[in-house]
């Protein structure tokens, strides 16, 4: 069973950026598609971001322009460059990844984004 792990959260000022890295600890060829949700305290968890096995981007019209999802299939890593940051952006974020096992999660990072 691969297991994701995200890192790279923190808390930052506006405007600020951070990348978020998310570790499988096995090979992520096969997942059909990848992607970040983040959770606000008080709200429902949202779709960021997503990136196909094709390399096929779509992102929540909240961060595009300013957040850009990638993978690295030789590492094993799935990433967000989160640049531009606002308060709003405020969550936990988790990976997640679609394959022939089914749907997997990390276990979530913080972004807290604030002067």
């Known amino acids: 069973q691969v297991q994701l792990v995200e890192s790279g959260g923190g808390l930052v000022q506006p405007g600020r950026s951070l990348r978020l890295s998310c570790a499988a600890s096995?090979?992520?060829?096969?997942?059909?598609?990848m992607g970040w949700y983040r959770q606000a305290p008080g709200k429902q968890r949202e779709l960021v971001a997503t990136i196909l096995i094709s390399g096929g981007t779509n992102y929540v019209d909240s961060v595009k322009g300013r957040f850009t999802i990638s993978r690295d299939n030789a590492k094993n890593t799935l990433y967000l460059q989160m640049n531009s940051l606002k308060p709003e952006d405020t969550a936990v974020y988790y990976c997640?990844?679609?394959?022939?096992?089914?749907?997997?999660w990390g276990q979530g990072t913080q972004v807290t984004v604030s002067s």
């Open positions: 997640n990844a679609l394959g022939p096992g089914g749907v997997k």
């Open positions: 096995g090979s992520i060829f096969d997942f059909y598609a």
